[in-house]
């Protein structure tokens, strides 16, 4: 057994799918398959079993899994004492959803720093389950997770067993972004019955714990659409909203100089389901850095800038 085993286990805990925790760290499937049975018969006993919903632990595997995060993250902890060691290296990890006001608010923090010294910053964007996995597993330290209010209680119990402390950022109601170009870019307030007949983009990895926990899973908000593009990343939403006008998306309240580069425009679109909250989470131990401090500034000055341009 080794620190790899560790990390092959944890991750297809996360993903309840040997094919697709293969895929996530770089491998075939027969060789994590072969990875993971070395493992069970190091142990002496058996880790995961395959039910109904997927590769899920056992009773023992659970136990397992719990020290074997533990160890990872000391060994973390270890690797960390040789980068702290150097004053001149500014380190800042955070793990955020695809918004853009704390896209900028990362911006805006990595645009201070010093940049005669070293500097180590890991930033990603994904979604609200592997936003809280990754400070779990490291190396992040600090995220951003982003739910619809109505799921608040799954996401505070799943925190609190992941020993997660957290502090909402905002809540808010989603707009629908689209084209100046959009048949429907004119109407102060849209109408959802005749928004639902234009193609949707959207996220396909949202997750929700308990309901959704896999990272591939997708689930239909705010609402079912019959024409959906489901993209991954942030930059394309804009590129496709810009160049096909008759597709729009729902997001949280977008920067001025951001529908301005893309040409687009934010409208207000009453549906059920249509309130959320962005909540920054760290582990619970967790003494916050200089730069964290300073990232959480800039990520309020963010919110109340966005705030300002679209309620003013």
Same mark, same amino acid.
């Given at each position: 057994?080794?620190?790899?085993?560790?990390?092959?286990?944890?991750?297809?805990?996360?993903?309840?799918?040997?094919?697709?925790? !293969?895929?996530?760290?770089?491998?075939?499937?027969?060789?994590?398959?072969? !990875?993971?049975?070395?493992?069970?018969?190091?142990?002496?006993?058996?880790? /995961?079993?395959?039910?109904?919903? =997927?590769?899920?632990?056992?009773?023992?595997?659970?136990?397992?899994?719990?020290?074997?995060?533990?160890?990872?993250?000391?060994?973390?902890?270890?690797?960390?004492?040789?980068?702290?060691?150097?004053?001149?290296?500014?380190? /800042?990890?955070?793990?955020?959803?695809?918004?853009?006001?704390?896209?900028?608010?990362?911006?805006?923090?990595? !645009?201070?720093?010093?940049?005669?010294? =070293?500097?180590?910053?890991?930033?990603?964007?994904?979604?609200?389950?592997?936003?809280?996995?990754?400070?779990?597993? =490291?190396?992040?330290?600090?995220?951003?997770?982003?739910?619809?209010?109505?799921?608040?209680?799954?996401?505070?119990?799943?925190?609190?067993?992941?020993?997660?402390?957290?502090?909402?950022?905002?809540?808010?109601?989603?707009?629908?972004?689209?084209?100046?170009?959009?048949?429907?870019?004119?109407?102060?307030?849209?109408?959802?019955?005749?928004?639902?007949?234009?193609?949707?983009?959207?996220? =396909?990895?949202?997750?929700?714990?308990?309901?959704?926990?896999?990272?591939?899973?997708?689930?239909?908000?705010?609402?079912?659409?019959?024409?959906?593009?489901?993209?991954?990343?942030?930059?394309?939403?804009?590129?496709?909203?810009? !160049?096909?006008?008759?597709?729009?998306?729902?997001?949280?309240?977008?920067?001025?100089?951001?529908?301005?580069?893309?040409?687009?425009?934010?409208?207000?679109?009453?549906?059920?389901?249509?309130?959320?909250?962005?909540?920054?989470?760290?582990?619970?131990?967790?003494?916050?850095?200089?730069?964290?401090?300073?990232?959480?500034?800039?990520?309020?000055?963010?919110?109340?800038?966005?705030?300002?341009?679209?309620?003013?």
């Amino acid at each position: 057994m080794n620190t790899l085993h560790l990390k092959y286990a944890i991750e297809v805990e996360r993903t309840s799918s040997i094919s697709q925790a !293969a895929e996530n760290l770089f491998m075939g499937q027969p060789s994590l398959s072969k !990875a993971i049975r070395e493992l069970e018969d190091s142990l002496g006993f058996t880790v /995961f079993e395959r039910t109904s919903k =997927g590769v899920i632990p056992t009773r023992k595997g659970v136990k397992f899994l719990t020290y074997a995060r533990n160890v990872l993250h000391q060994i973390e902890k270890m690797e960390a004492l040789s980068d702290s060691a150097d004053a001149d290296i500014q380190n /800042f990890n955070i793990s955020i959803p695809r918004g853009s006001y704390i896209a900028d608010a990362v911006t805006s923090l990595v !645009a201070e720093l010093d940049q005669n010294k =070293g500097l180590n910053v890991n930033v990603q964007e994904t979604n609200s389950v592997q936003v809280v996995n990754n400070i779990i597993d =490291g190396p992040f330290n600090l995220g951003v997770i982003r739910f619809q209010a109505e799921y608040e209680n799954y996401f505070k119990d799943y925190l609190t067993e992941k020993q997660l402390g957290y502090e909402t950022v905002w809540e808010y109601e989603y707009l629908a972004l689209m084209s100046e170009r959009h048949p429907l870019a004119q109407v102060e307030k849209v109408d959802y019955q005749e928004l639902k007949l234009y193609t949707e983009i959207s996220h =396909g990895d949202t997750a929700i714990p308990y309901i959704m926990p896999n990272i591939n899973g997708g689930i239909e908000l705010p609402s079912k659409t019959a024409k959906c593009i489901y993209v991954y990343e942030r930059c394309s939403q804009y590129d496709l909203l810009s !160049a096909i006008p008759t597709t729009y998306m729902w997001v949280s309240p977008i920067p001025e100089k951001w529908l301005k580069r893309y040409q687009l425009v934010q409208r207000k679109c009453k549906t059920s389901g249509n309130i959320y909250k962005d909540v920054l989470i760290y582990p619970k131990d967790y003494k916050f850095t200089e730069l964290d401090h300073r990232f959480v500034n800039r990520l309020f000055e963010a919110k109340n800038e966005v705030t300002f341009c679209n309620y003013k």
